[in-house]
Every structure is written in structure tokens, then in C-alpha cells.
């Protein structure tokens, strides 16, 4: 088999969680109860046999250099290949490059030192636990420039609409890129591409002083490529606002949607710690919830998601909510349709109510 | 290259009183509180005490101890030049042996302690529960000038002949061991944890090994052997919980101990952390029927039923309707639905069928389950 | 979890021919061409051909062994569900026993092989030097569709007595096995080198631990009883080079290979590195005296001597006026000013006193010294 | 024993080395045949038991994370503490400070975190491979609020005019900082002192706009705080600027010199690699000269440093260089007085000839 190698390419995401991305990139962003967004590309890259990741970050970077440390969590801690985070650092005074284009630029080193012939490119907000085997073997057969990797849905829902549509012929061709809402055949922004081709346009898009990879690169020069399109038909999702977020984070409490997420491929992977067993004291009661290790919980935690180390404390009560990192919540607390950023403190007998439609958002740290 | 202080851990022992959960794995390798493994505790007690340089001397079915251990990662000991050494019996040009005794298996690893010169050696077995500082040990054997220091705890007078009762002056200078004394003296039992002054230990290891007659260890041999010579030698007072799970029961009663409120030891305690490998498991989950109190939970478990008194590991399944009560479920147990479990201790991979119904509480001690033996305490449902 | 290969690398063989070499030391972990353990090479082909779950059964004197393997970070193994394991000798219920031959060694560890589930199954040994991919014997093995392929290169017709000889048909199938023939048939000598399916061996090994008159080996024993059972078996040739360092003379020739022009092997090759530990220690240094030849010379040494025809690992001094040629200096050795060695091998951390004359071309082989032995080999200055 | 943090600050350093700091910081410039600049201080720190050390960088900040990686190669990859690579990576708008401040302020978790009580300050131009024991204890002892190393130095060299020089009283307490260039007492910009302290000159500084935290919190406070010299006498270097680089290497070819940085305490730590020993083959002749793992050499060397992987062909000459990492110098060709940054290839037959005073310098990659 050929050899795959891997791009994160962040720099065209930007920071849609409000109060949450204030200090961290989206990519960073906690989901799901142990979980950063980033971990689900990652984590499909490493479970698809991919050994050799590159991370092109835009700013606000220190977050995701501390989550993926060495790699090791994620088996990429090696000697040769492993992961690579590329901040942008650059200074070349002669370079000409913009966009994404600066990171393609400076760090073609990664592309030229592998053996890899083809590369699967990911941003991080499509979530999926999925591996690339299939794609790729099609991509190979069609012998296909490009592979995009697309999910038709059944419903069109609001954080569909930034995301391009694909129109393809009867043999997986690519016939057409647009934003038409009616188009139910939704790119996942994940793609294969063939590594020689990857550096032909990119030395084109640089010299033409183009500034996005993918749009100006591939999307406008679709005439002159062939551009495969390969369904993935498992559970999805796309979190790009706040609103997608949180009615994510819910909808991954029903039962079906979190075993198709978590059992039914490989395990997701993210950074490991150090936290115990959660302790569920006398005269706790829960239900329909996720709980991450290290939380200590004593009172009452409904449809809800508690990152690890959180403190439920006697008689509080949290409902619909996404509980962050070590909060911690006090006796007789109600916390109803809320997100509370990692350690943030909510005093006793405080009430906390938002709407499911805008949910009340606590940023880190904050005392309540 | 010089160190003040090496750690031996002694964890080659079968654990025979511990039946079915020894019986293809080394006793500091069974699990524990549910994500742990039994040798976790001492291997973060050092870890806490910054003593780095630690020899972990394996015998006994090392596979998964060895696979579990590493060369220390968890524990922050994967050094260069020092950190976790695995000292499993070996051949030399004289052939080989077995370690035949505590003090047997230290003695053959002289030349391994030798390479860091160390002042001191601090001896401890991997299959005890405790959380101590074993620097504030090793301040007190300094200043007492001690050429061996037992950490010891007060037990009942009524119990005390069932331990290694150390006798002691005010000033706690131990002048006598009695081995299960019929009529104790004192109420200070020996709790396995040993520093002892290199220079000096060295020399009783190389005298006991000449010795035909000795059972080479330390409470029976070397200990009264230094004690006959008049050296100097103190206990160490330790308050807090200590546990030697050797048996079934006590192992399944230091599990249940971690669900107590006010226990000294406490894996939630962020200054004195006990170290473990974390797994890529999601977060577990409780479903709408579920129903969890008084337990520990781990990552990847799957509660339908209700969960009481319980330990459970990661990856378990307990299915709808089924209850739990008293138990510790190890690693990916799958328990069906409506089944019954009590004051059990299910093996890893153990499937359950559905309506199983276990009741240990008929037993002496919680019964062992694994699926070889399930059918053989599979009791009728309502027979309780 | 699933693994298509596992390699299983024998390296607790004592290394008897190797004298003083391996006195303490285990063969595999025996010093070799200036900064490498032999083990290496074997560990550094599994890492190049992208075998990266391998058992290594140690036995014999392995403390340095295991401190240099650890968890096989060198060689990118360092893995958490697969990886490195180190597996030493180990008790059970039933008692315990040491390895008493190639095949046995497996045999104890079929639990750990079994683990993997693998289809296939490589076995090497840990004191070879050779540059090998592994993948492509696998490919011929599958092609052939066969139950064992064995390594063979071609030897000198008029030496093929002195090899485990393999007689094969023209399409390289194995029809005979044999050992040390007085009239050779063939001149394909085995290398110890063999994959097999898995499924097949692991039948064969349950045999062989039944019969009390195996010497548990795979040429003597399971190579012969696979072959009597006509089962597929194919030659696998290699044409690098290979060399087993079994006794002084050949440890001494294969470092002195490494310094021909036109080896086969190189440790230059950046395509197929040689991986090991790497110091801190300076770059070396070659003082307005110092004259290096032909030689190896690694980090932190200092040369103020004339180094002709040798290899000198890390931390070696060479005095003033001082004059080494065809030897081996190990790591921390110290020669004095006005020294000759010729023809030796000089172990750790030896210190040679100014004007000492080590000739050991006076000998059949080249003579190994350390300090206790020095005095012994010391000549008159002038009297060569 | 109060415990020790260490803090390696480079904020205020420029990259002095022309074409060899284009792409790299100085701080990580190589040096003596398997170095960087940075390892003298990192082994220092570690040589003297600290065991957190945080790297305040500037620019060009890809070189440093690179070669510091994990920090294994220190024995800082540890699980609590270890090495902490801080690029400047900033969101918080509300932040007013300035200069090297920005640094201190946003990351006063590390300070906070750890349980020592003192932390010692230095930057990466000082070369020494000395212990900070002594120094801490008289810190200690004389309950200083600051204390500086110093170097009293017998010829003042080009290197230490940017160096503040150190006046003191009988008792070692600094009564005054200068850049008298008669004064011989120079300051090694490595100082250790009271973390309370630091983080309360930190606010102050902060507070009224200040943009250095040595110049401004210490030097300027200098009447209200205890400060001591500690005397260093021990073979030392300042590297600031090309003509100290270049001296300073040949200054080490001398054995005394040698023997002094390398093999008189313990030894300097850098990132590990794979190289094999140094192949001498027929007709080499090399003399005064160091030479690291995986050269191999068939032409004449002297009086030069060769880093790793250097190639030196038959009847090639090198004088008086310093020849970095793979540089490939071939057949016939001859150099003096020059610096060959990493990888340049230099033709079959060249000549090439610098002056002592301005060496020739070939920038990184380039074929002559």
C-alpha cells in the first residue's frame, strides 16, 4: 500500500465559541467530556495507520501545543515521522506567500522528507470516528487527483450552511463546488490529495499571490483536476458556533448517538491524566449523563456532560448543562441549559438558568 | 553515579491466598480501586518522595506487571542513567536461582544497588495500600543514626498476635521482634516497610546467604540477626491507613474501604496523586434507568441498571434491570440484564448472561468470578 | 489486538566462547563498533522493517542488558499496546524453569505471542550482525505459501562442514536439514533467522515440550520434525553480509570489518540506521600529537597518541607517544603515555598504565584485557 | 534544602550572528561541534538538581522548541514540572504590559504553580559549565533579595562591552550596576531571587509601563533591595556577536580550554541523535582539532570543529573553521578561517579563505 501522510490545516478556522475561545483556538476547544475537537481528526489519522501528522495552527496556538504535547498519547511520539505542531513562525523576508499558502511554504521540509506519496488533509471542526482506508483505496483505484470526503444528510441544519457543497456525476466525479443550501451532499472539508500535485499548486496559488489552499488551489481549479467524491455515511457532526456546540454535546446523550460515536470503531484518543474513578457518594443521582474520571458527585446531574475532576456538591442540581474541567458547584446550586468553562466555581444556592436556544456561557475560571 | 536513598520493591510473591486472582498474574499486578493496579501505591509513594531510583524485583507470572510498569512512565521514573530497573531471577556463570526470600532476592541484586553507592535502602513490597512519605522516614532514621528503621502502626491489643509485633523503649528503639507473639508486649506491628543503612545491610545480606538454615528473610532472618548484634534500630509511627491485601476479603474490604467519606487515603487527594496508565476510553455513561450510589465508576462503563457499594472498572456493561451491590467489577466485565450481583468480584472479560444471579453473602469470603466458574454460583433469581 | 508479525528475540544465551566478554554480561550486550551493543543491529532491523512488536527472552547476567533495551525507545518501540517486552524466566503455579533451549524459550512465552494473535512468527537472535529487511523474507514466505522460511547465505564449499547446512530443491525448497554435514550437498548455511506461520509452530512447540528427550532447539529439534512431516519450508537467501560473533576472534574481526571500504554494512547509511543510546559527552578531540588512521573513534575521547586499524568507543584517552593498532578499546578506557597495544581488546573503564606493551599478535586470538588481567598481557617495551 | 525554579529568558537577545541567525534564534545557535548556545544553561539548571525550567522565547521560536523537543534529552520530560518552551502567544486585550513583561505576566501560572521559593534567571550568551549550588547557598545564607554571578575578568574583551559591570562592598553587597568599561567585575546576566519577589517587581513594573525586568525591576530598584555578587571564576564565555563566536570556538580547541568547559564538572546536555562514531579512513590526517559523531574523514583537518555528519573528502583541507552539521566538503577543496552553517556543500576544488578577524560565513544549504 501506498503511504498516507497527514495534515491538520487550522489557519481558516476561526474562533466561533465566544467566551470559550477567548483563550484557546477552536481546535482546542473541550468536547464531549474528555475530549478536545482536534482529537477526532487526529485520532481517525492514527487509527487509519497514518504515522506522520503535521498541525498548520493560525494563533492562540499554546493551547494545542500543550494538549498534543509529544504526540504521545496519540502513538506519534516516535523517532522519525510522529507529530509535527507548526506554529506560524516565519522569517523569510523574501517570502511572498499569504494564507494558508505561508504555512505550505514554509514547511514543505514535512512534505518532502516523506516517503508518502499521497496526504489526507482535515481541518478539525467535522467530527467522526472513522478511518480513511476505504477512501483512500478508492482514491486509488479512480486514480483520483483528489478524494473529497463528503456526508450526505438528511436534515440541512444551521451549522451546515459555511460548509460546500458537492455535485458530483453517477461515478463519484465532482461535477461542482457551491454554498446552495439545497444541496444535501456536504463536503466534510476532509480530502486526500496526491503529494506531487499537493506542491504544484501550491507554488501556483503562491506565484498567482492566492491566499486559501483549498478554494483557490483546488476549488477553481476543478476543470483541469479529477476530483473524486467518497460518501461517509456513519454519525457526524460539525461544530462551529456556540449553537452547534451545545446541541451537539446534548445530542451525543442519547444512547445510539454516543455508541456510534464511541464504540463503534476504534477508540477516540486524547491526552491522558491522571484522574481516579468518578465517586458517587450516598445521595447522588444521575441520569442520561456522561461523566469523566476525577468528578466527585453528591447531588443531582441530568442530561448533562461533566468534564473530568468536576465537584457536584449535596443537593445541587445541574440539568442540559456542559460542565467544563474541575467546576465546582455548590450545595443547593441549579444549573439548568449552561456551559461553565474548565474551573469555574458556582457558590452555593446560586441559580444559573439559560435557554437551549442560548445557553448561559461562564468563561474560565470565573467565581459565581 | 551516587544516590542517597535506592528503593527495592519486592514483587515477585505468588499471593496464594488470593486464589483465582493470582492464578495467572502476579499479585502486584491485580487490580485495584478501579482504574489502579496494587503495586500503583508504593511505585507513587515514591514517586511522591522523589525517591527515582527503584528496583522492582519480579518472579511470579511478570508478564502483565512488567507490560503494567514499564520503565516507569506513570511514575516519572523513565531516566537515563537511574529511574525503574525490572530485576527479574537470572543465570550467571555459576548458574542460577530463584529468589528464595525477601532477603534472598535482595541479595542477589547486590551489584545493582552497588552501581549507586547509596547510603540508604529503602525495602517495600508491591503488595500493600498505603499512602506514606517515605522521606519523613528516612529523616527520622538519620537522626536517630539508626542502621535500620521499621515503619510500624498500632494495632488492637486484641489482634496483636496476629502481626510481627516490634518491642520498643520510650524512644521507640526496637529491642525485640516477636513474630506473632501469644502474649504481645506491645501493640506496634511491623507493616513490611524497612530503611536500613546500606554499609551494614550489605554485609548480614552476604552472612545470610552463606547460612544453609535461613529462609533468607527479613522479619525472620536478618531483622533478629542485626537485633542479636545490639545495633541500632528504631520503629517509625505511622498514623494513617495501611492495608496488606493478601487475602480475598482483605482485598475486597480495602476496595470497599475507598467508599468510605473519612478515610485518610484518598485517590481524589491532588498533593499525595496515586499514578496509574490511563486508557482512551469515553467518559462512562448512566442511562435514563441507571442508577449509581456509594460507588466508584470508571471511563467506558455503561450503567442501565443500578450500581451500590461497588467498584467498577473501566469498560464495564451492567445491562437493565440488573443490580449490584458489594461488588468490584474488573475491566470489561459485561453484566446482562435483570441479573443480581452481590459481595462478588467479577474477573476481567467475565460476560454475564442475563437473569444470573450471584449472592456472596452465603460465603465467608465475596466469591471469585470468572467465566469458568460462573455457572458453578450462577444461584436462582428471587432465591436470595 | 491483532498483529500480522511478531518477532521473538532470543538473547539470553551466556556467550561462553566470548570468556571474559561475557563474564558478566550477556552476550547481546556485549560492546560493539564504537558506540553500539550487538543486540542492536537485531533491534534496528525489526525497527527498519517496521516489526515493532517483539518479545526479547533474556536470561543470562541481563541487568545491563534490560537497562540498555528498557521499553525500546531507541528503536521507536516504546509503544503502549505493543512495543518491546522483555521476557525473563518466570515462576507459575506450577513452579518455574528456565529456558533450557531456543524452542523452549518460545514455548514459555506462547501466552505472550498469543496475546497478538499474529499469522506469523519471526524468530532471531540477539548476537548477529547483519543489516536485513525482515518484510521481504515475509513477502517470500507468503508467496511460497510456506510453514517456515529459514535464512540462508552461501558459504565457501570447502567451510560448509562447519554450518548447519540446507539442502534445497532449484525453486529453494527445503527437503534436508543438515547440521555440521561431513559431505556437504549444499553450501546454503542457515543464519538462525525464521519466520513461521504461527499456527504451525505453536502445534510443533506443544509437542516438543512433551518429549523428554528434545534438547528444545530449532535446528536440532522443531526444524527437523517439521521437515519430517514434509511440511512447506523454503530457503530464504541473503546476500549482505553476516557475521555471528560467537568467539573472540570473530567479535574482533567483525569490529575490524566495519573498517573496510567496501562493506556491504555500514553504519553510515542513513536508509537503514543502527540505533542505540547516544551520551552527553563532548565531541572528541585530537590533539597536535594525535594521529587517527583507519580507525573509529566516538564521542568524548581524547587522542594524543597514534590510533591506526582500531575502534574505540566513548570516553577512551590515548597518552602521548602512546601507539594502538588493531584493537578494540572499550568505553572508559585509559591509556597511558608511551603505551604499544596491538591486536587487543580492552574492556571498560581499564586504566593502562604509561608504557605498557599489550601484544596480541604473539596469540592465536586477540587477547581481552581488563585490570584485573593487565599485568598478565604486559610485555617489555621494544621486546616485539 | 528550599528548592530552585530556573528561567531561561532570551527576550531581550538579538540575534547577532548574521547569516547564521536568519532562521534561528541565537540562543540556538550551534556551537563546539555538537551544541547549541541554550545547553550550557539548560545543563547548568539541571546539573544543579532544578528540575522546571521555562523558556521565555522571542522570534524565530521554531528553532528552539525543535531542538529542547520534550526535553528528555535534559531529563525534563517529567509529568509534573519539566521543561516549559513559552513562545510568545498572547489573546488577553486587557493586557498592558510590555517587553519582557509580557512574558512574566502571562505566565505567572508557572511561577504559581511550583513549590519553590527562589528561581534562578538566566539568559543563553554566558557559557560556563558551572553548578548554582554555591550560589544558592550564599543566597541563602546572606538572606539576599537578589543574587548576580559575576565574572571578574582579567582581560576585558570585545564581548563584554555590552555586559553591566558590578560595583560591591566588602561583603559582597552590590553598591552599584554600570557599564564602566574599567570596571573588570562583569555580570553574567544569571541571577537568582526571591520569587515573591519577582512577582512583586513584576506588578510594579507593569504598573508603570516599564519594558525590562532586570533593568527596570532591579537595577533601578537597587537601593531598596539586598542584592549580592557572587564571583564566578571558572573558564567562562560571553558569545554576542560573530568575531566572539568564531574566537570562542578556536579558543576551545586549546586542551586546557577543553578540558575546562567539558570535562571539569559535569557534562553539557543536548538533543541526542543517531550518528555513528567518526570514520577515519587511509589517508586522514586531522590534529587540534574536535570532531563530533558521524564524520566521516579521508583529507586534513586542523585546528577546526566539525559538527555531526561532516564529510571531508580526500585531499581536502580545512583550517581554523568551523564546519556545522552534514556539510560536504570535497575532494581538493580548501578552507580557511571559515563558518559553514548546516548542510552547505562545497565543491570539488573551491577555495575558500576568511581573515581571523572576519571569517568567510557560508548561510545554511548553500553549494559553493
Given amino acids: 500500500m501506498k503511504e498516507l501522510m497527514g495534515l491538520i490545516n487550522i489557519e481558516h478556522e476561526h474562533d466561533f465559541l465566544e467566551e470559550l475561545t477567548y483563550f484557546r483556538c477552536g481546535a482546542a476547544t473541550p468536547f464531549a467530556g474528555r475530549y478536545r475537537l482536534i482529537d477526532f481528526t487526529l485520532s481517525n489519522m492514527v487509527n487509519s495507520g497514518v504515522d506522520e501528522v503535521a498541525v498548520f ?46 504555512h505550505f511554504h514554509n514547511n514543505r521540509d514535512y512534505f518532502h522528507r516523506s516517503t508518502a506519496e499521497h496526504v489526507v488533509i482535515s481541518g478539525s471542526q ?73 506542491l504544484k499548486l501550491v507554488d501556483q496559488c503562491i506565484a498567482y499571490h492566492k491566499d486559501h489552499f483549498f478554494m483557490d488551489g483546488i476549488k477553481d481549479n476543478l476543470p483541469d483536476l479529477a476530483i473524486q467524491s467518497f460518501h461517509y455515511r456513519g454519525y457526524t457532526m460539525f461544530i462551529n458556533s456556540v449553537e452547534s456546540f451545545y446541541r451537539n454535546n446534548m445530542s451525543l446523550l442519547e444512547p445510539d448517538h454516543f455508541k456510534s460515536l464511541f464504540f463503534k470503531n476504534h477508540y477516540i484518543r486524547t491526552k491522558t491524566s491522571n484522574e481516579p474513578p468518578v465517586k458517587y457518594k450516598e445521595d447522588s443521582s444521575v441520569s442520561s449523563s456522561m461523566l469523566a474520571n476525577g468528578c466527585v458527585v453528591e447531588g443531582e446531574v441530568q442530561d448533562s456532560v461533566l468534564f473530568r475532576g468536576v465537584n457536584v456538591a449535596k443537593n445541587a442540581t445541574i440539568k442540559n448543562s456542559v460542565i467544563m474541567q474541575r467546576c465546582k458547584v455548590e450545595e443547593g446550586a441549579y444549573l439548568e441549559n449552561v456551559i461553565l468553562d474548565k474551573d469555574v466555581h458556582v457558590s452555593s444556592g446560586q441559580k444559573l438558568i439559560g435557554s437551549k436556544e442560548k445557553p448561559f456561557i461562564a468563561a474560565k475560571r470565573q467565581r459565581i | 553515579m551516587k544516590k542517597e536513598i535506592v528503593g527495592m520493591l519486592l514483587a515477585g510473591g505468588e499471593g496464594k491466598r488470593l486464589g483465582l486472582l493470582t492464578k495467572h498474574l502476579a499479585k502486584p499486578a491485580v487490580h485495584f480501586g478501579g482504574k489502579y493496579r496494587i503495586i500503583d501505591f508504593t511505585l507513587s509513594n515514591c514517586s511522591n518522595s522523589k525517591i527515582h531510583t527503584v528496583g522492582v524485583l519480579t518472579q511470579y507470572s511478570p508478564l502483565e506487571l512488567n507490560r503494567h510498569i514499564g520503565i516507569g512512565k506513570p511514575w516519572d521514573m523513565d531516566r537515563q542513567r537511574d529511574g525503574l530497573a525490572t530485576l527479574s531471577p537470572y543465570t550467571a556463570q555459576d548458574g542460577g536461582s530463584w529468589y528464595k526470600g525477601t532477603a534472598d532476592a535482595i541479595s542477589q541484586n547486590i551489584h545493582y544497588i552497588d552501581q549507586y553507592d547509596p547510603e540508604y535502602i529503602l525495602v517495600i513490597s508491591g503488595d500493600h495500600i498505603y499512602q506514606m512519605d517515605y522521606r519523613k522516614m528516612l529523616e527520622q532514621h538519620k537522626e536517630t543514626g539508626s542502621e535500620a528503621t521499621i515503619s510500624v502502626m498500632e494495632v488492637p491489643w486484641d489482634e496483636a498476635s496476629r502481626f510481627g509485633i516490634l518491642n520498643t523503649r520510650e524512644n521507640l528503639e526496637i529491642y525485640e521482634f516477636d513474630e506473632k507473639p501469644a502474649n504481645p508486649k506491645n501493640n506496634l506491628a511491623s507493616m513490611g516497610i524497612y530503611i536500613f543503612t546500606w554499609a551494614s545491610l550489605r554485609n548480614y545480606l552476604i552472612e545470610d546467604m552463606k547460612k544453609e538454615d535461613s529462609s533468607h528473610d527479613f522479619g525472620k532472618d536478618i531483622i533478629p540477626a542485626m537485633l542479636n548484634d545490639d545495633h541500632r534500630m528504631f520503629a517509625y509511627r505511622f498514623d494513617g491507613y495501611w492495608k496488606d491485601v493478601g487475602t480475598v ?136
Fill in chain 1, 126 to 198: 467535522f467530527l467522526a470516528n472513522m478511518k480513511y482506508e476505504r477512501a483512500f483505496e478508492r482514491h486509488l483505484e479512480t486514480d483520483a487527483d483528489v478524494t473529497c470526503i463528503t456526508v450526505p444528510v438528511e436534515n440541512v441544519l444551521p451549522e451546515h450552511s459555511p460548509q460546500l457543497r458537492i455535485n458530483e456525476d453517477e461515478n463519484g466525479w465532482v461535477t461542482g463546488f457551491s454554498n446552495d443550501p439545497e444541496n444535501k451532499n456536504v463536503f466534510s472539508n476532509v480530502y486526500i490529495i496526491k503529494k506531487d500535485l499537493l
Fill in chain 1, 57 to 102: 495552527t493560525n494563533h492562540k496556538y499554546r493551547s494545542i501545543m500543550d494538549h498534543l504535547s509529544t504526540g504521545a498519547d496519540w502513538e506519534l511520539a516516535r523517532r522519525h515521522g510522529g507529530i509535527f505542531i507548526l506554529p506560524p513562525d516565519w522569517n523569510d523576508p523574501s517570502d511572498i506567500s499569504k494564507g494558508d499558502l505561508r
Fill in chain 2, 249 to 384: 476479603k482483605s482485598y475486597w474490604e480495602a476496595n470497599m474501604d475507598l467508599l468510605e467519606e473519612d478515610l485518610s487515603l484518598s485517590l481524589n487527594n491532588r498533593e499525595w496523586r496515586t499514578y496509574s496508565h490511563d486508557s482512551h476510553y469515553p467518559p462512562h455513561y448512566v442511562d435514563q434507568d441507571g442508577k449509581v450510589n456509594n460507588s466508584l465508576v470508571t471511563s467506558g462503563s455503561w450503567i442501565s441498571g443500578s450500581v451500590n457499594h461497588s467498584v467498577l472498572f473501566e469498560r464495564v456493561d451492567i445491562g437493565k434491570g440488573s443490580v449490584v451491590e458489594d461488588s468490584i467489577l474488573h475491566p470489561s466485565v459485561s453484566v446482562g440484564s435483570d441479573c443480581t450481583i452481590k459481595r462478588a468480584i467479577i474477573m476481567e472479560e467475565t460476560v454475564i448472561p442475563d437473569e444470573t444471579v450471584i449472592n456472596g453473602e452465603q460465603y465467608d469470603e465475596p466469591v471469585v468470578i470468572n467465566q469458568q466458574n460462573i455457572a458453578d454460583f450462577n444461584g436462582v433469581k428471587g432465591g436470595r
